[in-house]
């Protein structure tokens, strides 16, 4: 039987990509299957967790007993995201944010030709994690990084200007890693200097190993443990 330990907890999570519409055919992404994020919102909600899954764009069916909200733009899930931070104890952010979009969105299709489709000017999308990090209140903060180079580096540079308790960085440039793939092979770094490294297994598995990890940081912080 699955222990019940996350009974009483209120977790939300971002999972896939978002979506930035350039016209109504044509949109910038970021890649991010969504399986990351799910699989940490099946797992806590199978130890008995009140479960809200914000999710861009994805193909994967929606955990059981998971209230799920559907965006489209980083705009979008930061709207979704927001209002509901204060109620939550633990926040994952798998999601793959694009960090720019469209300045303008054209209402019609863009003609080649007609249109200058050779250039797309974009602007800054919000950081919603650096956003939540701001907040007041004892809740945990998970962010993750997608590493091509530099993990380290870029993982405790994100984790300190995010404010964040824990980040969770993978390689992408590996196949087997990251992206897409059912497996994932993660460091993790923590806001008071340990790290950890986690060997290869399934994102089911490794969404247990996380939530452990995050309910020790809020018992901390909680002064529970
Ligand atoms: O979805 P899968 O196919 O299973 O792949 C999983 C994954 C590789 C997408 C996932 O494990 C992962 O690493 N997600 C974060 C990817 C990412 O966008 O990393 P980043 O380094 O660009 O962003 C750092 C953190 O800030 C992330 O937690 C991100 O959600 C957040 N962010 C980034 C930009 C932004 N504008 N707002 C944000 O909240």
Redesign the pocket.
Known sequence: LTPQDLAGETVLV???PTREEIDPVRYIT????????YAIARAARLRGARVTLVSGPTCLPVPRGVELVRVGS?VEMREAVLPRADGAGIIF?????A?YRPTVRASQKLKKGKDDLSRIELER??????ELGRLPGGRVLV?????TDELEANATA?LSA?NLDLI?A?D?TREDV???VDT?EVRLFFADGRRLDLAKMS?FELAGELLDQALALKKQKTGTA
């Open positions: 971002t999972a896939g970021n890649r991010s299957s969504g399986k990351m994020g980083a952010k798998a999601a793959a944010v960090d999308n919000p950081d919603i994690l650096a962010g993750f990084a997608a590493e994100k995010k969770v993978n992408v990251g992206f897409d994932n994102k």
